[in-house]
């Protein structure tokens, strides 16, 4: 059984920092590409950031320089570094797979909902100013 867990959400104060965890299980974590993704209160899902499997991301513009994602492929676990974070940060954060491709070449798609499968369960970010 395919299981992703986000964990590591919480609340925090504008400028402050959060690092999101997905553990996944049930498949071969370093050969598919991986995606964090957030769905701010009554909007729609949108995709964050995005890495393939040689390890090389792709950011949503609003959250490059401020946002890291990262893999470690000994842990089966994704990343998300979250820094200088701001009011508009603020949604439920899902890490996703996309296991209809191996070894995946990444880019732009990653940040697209429908490029995913599996999808985990969410943790919430909560900004306050």
């Known amino acids: 059984q395919v299981l992703l867990v986000e ?3 919480g609340s925090v104060q504008v400028g402050g920092s959060l690092r999101l965890s997905c553990a996944a299980a049930g498949y071969a974590f370093d050969l ?3 995606g964090w993704f957030r769905q701010p209160p009554g909007k ?3 995709g964050v950031a995005g890495i393939n499997t040689s390890g090389r991301p792709v950011y949503k513009d609003s959250v490059k320089g401020r946002f890291t994602i990262s893999r470690d492929n000994a842990k089966n676990t994704l990343y ?3 820094n200088s ?3 508009e940060d603020t949604a439920m954060y899902y890490c ?3 296991r209809t491709v191996r070894q995946c070449y990444g880019g ?3 940040l697209i909902p429908r490029t995913f499968d599996t999808w985990g369960q969410g943790t ?3 900004v306050s100013s």
Do not use: F, H, I, N
């Open 124 to 126: 919430q970010v909560t």
């Open 32 to 34: 598919y590409c991986m």
């Open 108 to 110: 732009a798609s990653l």
């Open 85 to 87: 974070l701001k009011p």
């Open 7 to 9: 964990s590591g959400g």
């Open 96 to 98: 996703a797979v996309d």
């Open 44 to 46: 729609e899902r949108e």
């Open 80 to 82: 998300l570094q979250m």
